[in-house]
T-cell receptor, first 114, second 111 residues
């Protein structure tokens, strides 16, 4: 079974703090993704990576950065947290770029920025 | 622009059949996914359609019409544990890297 883990289930941070969200997958997947999920808006792609050290902006990259130094690990960084970044953050990984390859999601990190 | 529409909420009775519709407008198409997400948990894969027609998998079936930009998820013999959100998602034509998600349909199954 594919396992995607995220470093925290719940986080509370203050405005202006630097926040690190870690994601690790154990299936040697090339592709990894960071989404945020907000009520009524669904999942929105923040960044994705298709290889080590490679990253691409998603639909809402502003205020975020990412790091992929190792294949199994994809980190999301909030350089200076703001209240509008309060959300559920979901990491996902996928083995291939095409076909019926589904994404496997981590359990999510619920971030509250005060 | 790119858009996926699905109803916000639906209610159905245990043992019944429910159909959750999804319409999409995307730039390119490399397949449509349905995911199930229980409250507070991660989405989990239910089905994948890339060709027109019906795919059946146990109590769940998914249908696709590419010409109409339309899909539905059919759940039969509803059980209480089927109460969850159901997400429709389309993989786009940008090399297939990006997947666009709908906002999800919250299904309530009542006794």
């Amino acid at each position: 079974d594919v396992k995607v883990t995220q470093s925290s289930r719940y986080l509370v941070k203050r405005t202006g703090e630097k926040v690190f969200l870690e994601c690790v997958q154990d299936m040697d997947h090339e592709n990894m993704f960071w989404y945020r999920q907000d009520p009524g808006l669904g999942l929105r792609l923040i960044y994705f990576s298709y290889d080590v050290k490679m990253k691409e902006k998603g639909d809402i990259p502003e205020g975020y950065s990412v790091s992929r130094e190792k294949k199994e690990r994809f980190s999301l960084i909030l350089e200076s947290a703001s209240t509008n970044q309060t959300s559920m953050y979901l990491c996902a990984s996928r083995g291939g770029a095409g076909g019926a390859e589904t994404q496997y999601f981590g359990p999510g990190t619920r971030l509250l920025v005060l | 622009g790119q858009n996926i529409d699905q109803p916000t909420e639906m209610t159905a009775t245990e043992g019944a059949i429910v159909q959750i519709n999804c319409t999409y407008q995307t730039s390119g198409f490399n397949g449509l996914f349905w995911y199930q997400q229980h409250a507070g948990e991660a989405p989990t894969f239910l089905s994948y359609n890339v060709l027109d027609g019906l795919e059946e998998k146990g109590r769940f079936s998914s249908f696709l019409s590419r010409s109409k930009g339309y899909s539905y998820l059919l759940l039969k013999e509803l059980q209480m544990k089927d109460s969850a959100s159901y997400l429709c998602a389309v993989r786009g034509g940008d090399g297939g890297f990006k997947t666009i998600f709908g906002a999800g349909t919250r299904l309530f199954v009542k006794a």
